[in-house]
């Protein structure tokens, strides 16, 4: 599950961060990386819910707990985390959320 809420991370966050090299605007670009991405993660979520949820469907015990488990993550965090609760803290932050110490400013490839 770590990893799966990673990916959509990853994703989410380099769609807003190539906005924000584009354009300095971090409304512009939070609203970039949502309108790019909120359909790609809403469907790969259906897609891992439909798979965990025949896990749940099944008559081993323990395979019916991770099924439901992982269901419940995987739509709390690509509805809650990801496409709510990430972006509002985004938003509150403001710029301040794009700062970036020099030292690993100078160590990463430039985006353009």
């Not at 809420?5 to 989410?12: A, G, T």
């Not at 990386?33 to 749940?56: D, E, K, P, R, Y």
């Not at 099944?58 to 496409?83: K, S, Y």
Request: glycine fraction near 6%; avoid cysteine; hydrophobic fraction near 60%.
């Amino acid at each position: 599950m770590f990893v799966l809420s990673i990916d959509y991370e990853v994703f989410l966050l380099t769609r807003m961060r190539e906005r924000w090299v584009q354009e300095g605007d971090s409304e512009s670009a939070i609203s970039y990386g949502l309108a790019h991405t909120a359909g790609i993660i809403t469907g790969s979520a259906a897609i891992m819910t439909a798979v965990f949820l025949a896990f749940a469907a099944a008559d081993v015990i323990p395979l019916r707990q991770f099924g439901v488990g992982l269901t419940i993550a995987v739509l709390l965090d690509a509805t809650i985390v990801r496409l709510v609760l990430l972006p509002t803290i985004m938003r509150v932050a403001g710029p301040r959320i794009w700062w970036l110490p020099a030292w690993l400013a100078a160590r990463l490839p430039a985006l353009e």
